[in-house]
């Protein structure tokens, strides 16, 4: 696998080189400064410049046109890293070397279509896809309800900090949806490709020189040198010196606990090694401490589990309880954060976790966007090579963990309340 | 001695042999690839529940949700270490699954391949149970029900089936019932297992980075330690179900925002006894897509006039002399989209264009299947599950599919049993 990357000043281009895939992906990713009331505008961009396009002007002939290029495969999406937001368009397809015909060129002639040469008539996108798209998104916003866990893990981040971007909800805002017309989406397309900065990955079994002059000749809309507009990762502004609470009740068979845990002050080496072996050991798999003791020992839960956002500076822990056991399955909760602070876990579970990280810097080589991913946070975070990271993960000690939990705060702690156990 | 196989049109070999225990053991090396993936798969699912049991004479009916209970009970130990416990070790990742035909055992992983194999085959076979850990785990399962309860396309799915058969249990969930369950003892499930974890009964696949020749030394010499001659073929319950569905409308309220529908319709498959099943259900797939798909002229028309938001999804199971296929949306008219399917159902045409565009398209997935070793896995499983056949010549009957034989079949389909499902939002408390 060979890795290079050019800075153009327009957009930096990524190409990965590897015979492992039939395919080759190519992502396009735009980015910002993420905005509270710009959420929504940009999932309508990302919704509609896939919906149809000028040349293929419904979803049924831009999907046909994927097709007939062997099934190609070409999604958009919005998501948060830090202070980011990204929009993100990845496009699969079957290596030419399989098929007969220039399916390369084609495939670009279709990406840049989508991207640069959208529905737009006389400065305002198509009403008819426009109507669609929005029917869409409200139906989006309105259904992260539809979903629990994830409901009640946002409702827990708003009570935490409601200014923060952690809580923003990235699916959008009714009230934001309703502002949205035709024409400010189209000025706000133009804005985005005029000043996002854009990262072009390519990764396949492609000739590099042949991929950096197409790359050349089809992007050549995106032609302004942007400027870096500040850090990705997030610091928290609002700290919780207690423990706050809050409930919530809805007509639902089961409770769900959602907690969120701020770090402050933590090093770089901490952030990027020490914190996901601390989270591996407390929530992050079948043998951790919450598993073993909320769920196999005392019966509370069918999952529980916590997950760590370096970028958020942020560890969040949920489960799906009966409410009656809410007090028991917090207490719980703490006592094993406390263990941790105490370094009462066993060497193994250290060991193991870290067998764990050494085992997914190697696989994620089995799959192009994983690769992709990699070199993405490479370029954001700031992440180490993969030989570096194997490296400082193997040099974590317990001494490490015990050290950083003391910077981890439980901060809040929300539950959507369900019924009672006997109803 | 192992049976060398290729897969047509691929460069997957697969070295297949059954055990004298009569166990089935397939090996699909792909060294490019660097992780191995194992299934350890029983062909013992959640409609296996009424069955001879071992040794006994009379059938025997057992509580809903046994099979998945038994999978989540063999992660205990006598020894105390736990499955997911020793997997960790060397980084390797381990689950299970039980779904209606089969119950699987995995892990996957790039450390230790022999060491994790020969502890996959050891733990599988033994059993731990305890009145306490069978208790224990109620609490868990009960908490797993719950979190089901409130997945609106889960609960729609199992409406859909439970109106849709009289008898067959796949009428009933996976995981059962909060009643169901509570019935459940060590007895029950100890004479379950015993029926069904017998390496005749039993299923290993191996795909990725490993050694086919080290694989193969350890699985004998694991079983040859072990049972050895295959067990007569277990007796499972036959159940006769009409072509009927039960009810034809379900209603549903639930704490949700957006309305959701689905339709589930049960195709007799008796008109089509002189197609090959695996290729109905390829006509079925491609048919599908081509109603239901990104590309279909309904989908745009039912989008344009608001019935749909989005998309709608399509697929399918195989159940005994039925398909069962369903279709599932979100919508805000959900009656509306529900008749304007049934009347699409009783008057499409399928057009030349886009059968073959969509046939490419197919194939060309089809070729792409083979870059992921998760899929190779799940490809021969459910191939072996359904059909109790490899098919190697996948790619030739993908090529082979013609417009002329659809439309033959689609003569013969029966689309006319629908049940259907609504979830709409609960009214302010």
């Not at chain 1, 368009?89 to 098929?99: G, Q, W």
């Not at chain 1, 854009?198 to 992007?219: A, N």
């Not at chain 2, 109620?138 to 029900?145: A, D, T, V, Y």
Request: with cysteine.
């Amino acid at each position: 696998m060979v890795y290079q990357k050019y800075e153009v000043g327009p957009y930096n281009l990524h190409i990965i080189k590897t015979d492992k895939f039939k395919t080759v992906t190519i992502n396009v990713n735009f980015r910002r400064l993420v905005v509270k009331e710009e959420i929504t505008i940009r999932n309508f961009l990302s919704e509609i410049l896939t919906q149809s396009s000028l040349k293929y002007p419904s979803n049924r002939l831009l999907k046909i046109k994927a097709q007939e290029l062997y099934g190609l495969n070409l999604s958009s999406n919005c998501f948060r890293t830090g202070n980011y937001n990204f929009l993100s368009f990845s496009l699969t397809m079957l290596n030419e070397k399989y098929v007969k015909g220039s399916l390369l060129t084609k495939s670009l002639d279709f990406l840049t279509e989508i991207l640069f040469i959208p529905n737009i008539i006389i400065k305002q996108f198509d009403e008819n896809s426009f109507k669609i798209i929005k029917n869409i998104l409200e139906a989006s916003i309105k259904s992260l309800k539809d979903n629990k866990d994830q409901y009640a893990r946002l409702r827990m981040l708003e009570a935490m900090d409601d200014n923060s971007p952690t809580a923003y909800n990235m699916r959008g805002y009714l009230a934001d949806l309703d502002k949205i017309t035709p024409s400010n989406l189209c000025s706000y397309y133009q804005s985005v490709i005029k000043s996002d900065l854009v990262d072009i990955f390519v990764l396949g079994d492609v000739d590099i020189d042949e991929i950096k002059t197409h790359v050349k000749h089809y992007f050549k809309s995106i032609n302004t040198i942007k400027r870096n507009p500040g850090p990705v990762v997030i610091q928290h502004q609002k700290i919780n010196r207690y423990l706050r609470t809050k409930v919530e009740t809805e007509a639902i068979n089961q409770s769900n606990l959602s907690i969120g845990c701020q770090l402050n002050n933590v090093t770089k080496f901490e952030s990027k090694y020490v914190m996901p072996l601390y989270n591996d050991i407390l929530g992050g798999s079948g043998t951790s401490l919450l598993f073993n003791s909320v769920r196999e020992k005392e019966s509370l839960a069918y999952y529980i589990g916590s997950r760590y956002n370096e970028a958020d500076n942020l560890l969040t822990i949920s489960s799906g309880i009966n409410s009656d056991n809410f007090k028991k399955a917090v207490k719980l909760i703490k006592v094993e954060m406390d263990n941790l602070k105490k370094g009462d876990f066993t060497d193994e579970a250290l060991n193991n976790t870290k067998m764990r990280r050494l085992s997914a810097l190697k696989y994620a080589n089995d799959f192009p966007s994983s690769i992709i991913d990699r070199y993405f946070y490479i370029n954001l975070l700031d992440d180490d090579n993969i030989e570096e990271q194997k490296k400082q993960f193997s040099l974590v000690t317990k001494d490490d963990i015990k050290r950083l939990s003391k910077k981890i705060k439980m901060a809040q702690v929300f539950l959507l309340e369900g019924r009672k156990n006997d109803e | 001695m192992m049976n060398k196989l290729v897969i047509k049109g691929t460069n997957q070999n697969i070295y297949y042999e059954r055990l004298t225990n009569g166990l089935e053991v397939y090996l699909a090396p792909n060294e490019k690839q660097e992780a191995f993936y194992v299934t350890y798969s029983t062909k013992y699912g959640s409609v296996h529940n009424e069955f001879v049991p071992l040794g006994a004479k009379k059938y025997c009916k057992f509580p809903e949700g046994i099979a998945h209970f038994l999978e989540h009970k063999l992660f205990e130990q006598e020894s105390g270490l736990d499955p997911f416990s020793f997997f960790a070790k060397s980084g390797t990742i381990a689950n299970a699954n039980t779904s209606f035909f089969k119950t699987s055992y995995l892990f996957y992983g790039v450390n230790d391949f022999e060491a994790n194999l020969n502890y996959l085959l050891d733990y599988v076979s033994k059993p731990y149970l305890t009145d306490k850990n069978v208790e224990k785990e109620k609490g868990i399962i009960e908490q797993e029900l719950r979190m089901y309860d409130d997945m609106p396309f889960w609960v729609l799915v199992g409406g859909l089936k439970k109106n849709a058969f009289h008898h067959h249990p796949i009428k009933q969930n996976i995981a059962g019932s909060l009643k169901s369950i509570k019935a459940i003892t060590k007895e029950d499930l100890l004479t379950c297992y015993n029926t069904f974890y017998h390496p005749s009964n039993m299923i290993l696949i191996i795909t990725g980075n490993f050694s086919k020749e080290k694989a193969l030394d350890l699985i004998k010499k694991k079983h040859s330690a072990t049972k050895t001659s295959p067990l007569p073929k277990i007796k499972l319950k036959k159940y006769s179900e009409p072509n009927t569905v039960v009810k034809e409308r379900l209603e549903k309220q639930m704490a949700v925002e957006v309305p959701k529908v689905a339709l589930g319709i049960k195709i007799p498959l008796t008109k089509l006894k002189d197609f090959d099943l695996k290729v109905i259900n390829l006509y079925l797939g491609l048919l599908g897509n081509i109603l239901f798909g990104s590309t279909s002229k309904f989908l745009a028309e039912m989008v344009e006039k608001g019935y749909i938001i989005g998309d709608l999804s399509s697929n399918r199971i195989l159940v005994d002399n039925y398909f069962f296929a369903q279709i599932g949306a979100e919508s805000n008219q959900p009656s509306q989209l529900i008749m304007a399917i049934k009347k699409y159902l009783n008057g499409f045409k399928v057009n030349k264009k886009d059968f073959e565009r969509i046939k490419k398209v197919f194939i060309s997935s089809y070729y792409l299947t083979f870059d992921d070793i998760l899929a190779v896995n799940n490809k021969l499983l459910s191939n072996i599950i359904n059909y109790n056949k490899l098919y190697l010549n996948e790619i030739d009957l993908l090529k082979d599919l013609n417009k002329e034989e659809l439309d033959k079949i689609i003569k013969l389909l029966d689309l006319n049993q629908v049940s259907t499902c609504i979830i709409t939002p609960k009214k302010n408390k």
